[in-house]
């Protein structure tokens, strides 16, 4: 795994333009490694029978409540975008949110960072290689949607062969790897931030021994980005002139609350 060291703004302009490509996760620690919230519940408990059945039932339930709170919901073998679903609304799950804009991945990293922040990028072909390798699959054409739907295809049948039930969940044969996966109605937080998601297919181990065995010596398709402290305010103050701020990436009541307190300590 590559690391660049930023050590000035300057400096993050030439990255953006040198990695145009990449999916992008900001954290506002730089020791902090890339994990799900599923994974984090997971390390936070004392739970200790297999992840995938917790996961089992927490889909189950949240199928069931679903259509009592929402207009619509997906059909009932598209997990991508019930996972997604989820996500959304705070229930813990294996997808990692990633985006693909450089910049939304900056302010998540300098937003609320007090020291060492980092972002780390993929580069999505590393993701297509897995699906290749494990699925043994790929789709007749090579452009990127045909890639991304294939992707996302290949993580939806996954899911449904590792959670068909609770049997199933309880013994479900893992395979090792990082996908990218997204659901093809996108809602509008998604839209606005350029997400996508990023899913572990062994949620038994971290996200880093999932993609480990895929990386080669000097492999540059993963790097992790490390932002050091002193460029957090100068960050942020460009971030705002960019018009990326708490406002404009959580629409509604929502972000224009998160905002208020960067406003009045004028950091953003």
């Not at 936070?44 to 199928?63: A, H, Q, V």
């Not at 999505?124 to 295809?153: A, C, M, Y």
């Not at 899913?199 to 490390?226: A, C, H, Q, W």
């Amino acid at each position: 795994m590559e690391e660049i060291y930023i050590e000035n703004w300057s400096e993050i302009l030439d990255l953006e333009v040198e990695f145009p490509l990449d999916y992008f996760r900001g954290q506002s620690c730089a020791d902090w490694p890339i994990s799900s919230a599923l994974q984090r519940l997971l390390s936070g408990s004392d739970y200790e029978d297999d992840p995938c059945n917790l996961e089992y039932w927490m889909l189950r339930e949240f199928k069931r409540g679903a259509g009592r709170y929402l207009e619509e919901t997906p059909p009932k073998e598209d997990l991508v975008t019930w996972f997604s679903l989820m996500q959304h609304y705070g229930a813990p799950t294996r997808l990692v949110d990633f985006t693909s804009s450089f910049y939304v991945a900056c302010y998540f990293a300098l937003s609320g960072a007090k020291s060492d922040a980092a972002i780390w990028s993929i580069n999505p072909f590393l993701g297509f290689d897995i699906v290749s390798e494990v699925f043994g699959t790929s789709p007749h054409n090579e452009l990127r949607d045909k890639w991304d739907d294939h992707s996302t295809q290949c993580g939806n049948d996954y899911l449904n062969s590792v959670l068909e039930s609770a049997s199933t969940a309880s013994q479900a044969d893992q395979k090792l790897g990082v996908i990218a996966v997204e659901p093809y109605e996108q809602h509008t937080r998604i839209g606005i931030q350029q997400g996508i998601f990023l899913m572990p297919l062994d949620i038994s181990v971290s996200f880093m021994e999932n993609i480990t065995p895929y990386l080669k010596d000097g492999d540059g398709r993963l790097k992790k980005i490390i932002i050091r402290e002193n460029v957090i305010e100068t960050g942020l103050a460009h971030l705002k002139a960019m018009n990326i701020t708490s406002e404009t990436l959580f629409p509604g009541i929502e972000g224009f609350a998160k905002s208020i307190a960067h406003k009045c300590l004028n950091k953003n």
